[in-house]
């Protein structure tokens, strides 16, 4: 018997709780493999039932990942949680949130390069004849060298060697 079953709790399906939740039933089912949650019992079917700190628990998971927070951060912080470290939950949270602004400040250069890199590009290819373009020496298309010149826009070697 369930410590929800003997408080008199009322249990939850697996689909009244993806209901409730917004979470699918295969996320649900996810979340139990990878151990971030778990239902509280099941019936003798064997069927999934879950309470309401099960509940809570995966409204804590959709919070988390709509803060971006991998599945192996958010199990940090879920154990926390659960072993009733709540002072260390917020610090943990704001480290986390710390890297996950300046990676997403990171990439959001790495799109800006790349943002004026094909606006280069596509001015070239307007520039370009489009038979002319096509006419090189091998028989494969030329219409790229066209575009690019048959070189790199600024940064675009580093990208390419994966060193920028």
Do not use: W
């Not at 039933?25 to 996810?30: A, E, N, P, S």
């Amino acid at each position: 018997m369930t410590d929800a079953a003997r408080t008199g709790e009322r249990l939850l399906t697996v689909g009244e709780v993806a209901r409730l939740t917004g979470l699918s039933v295969k996320t649900l089912h996810h979340y139990e493999e990878q151990g971030l949650a778990e239902p509280a019992g099941r019936t003798e079917t064997g069927y999934r039932l879950y309470g309401e700190e099960e509940v809570a628990r995966l409204g804590f998971i959709k919070r988390a990942k709509l803060l971006g927070l991998t599945l192996e951060e958010i199990r940090k912080l879920v154990s926390l949680a659960a072993r009733c470290n709540r002072g260390e939950i917020m610090p943990r949270l704001e480290g986390i949130l710390e890297e996950k602004l300046e990676e997403t400040e990171r990439r959001m250069g790495e799109l800006s390069a790349f943002r004026e890199n094909l606006l280069y590009y596509r001015e070239r290819l307007a520039e370009a004849d489009p038979v002319e373009g096509c006419e090189i020496k091998t028989s494969f298309c030329g219409c790229l060298e066209a575009a690019t010149g048959g070189g790199y826009a600024v940064g675009d070697e580093a990208r390419d060697r994966g060193t920028s």
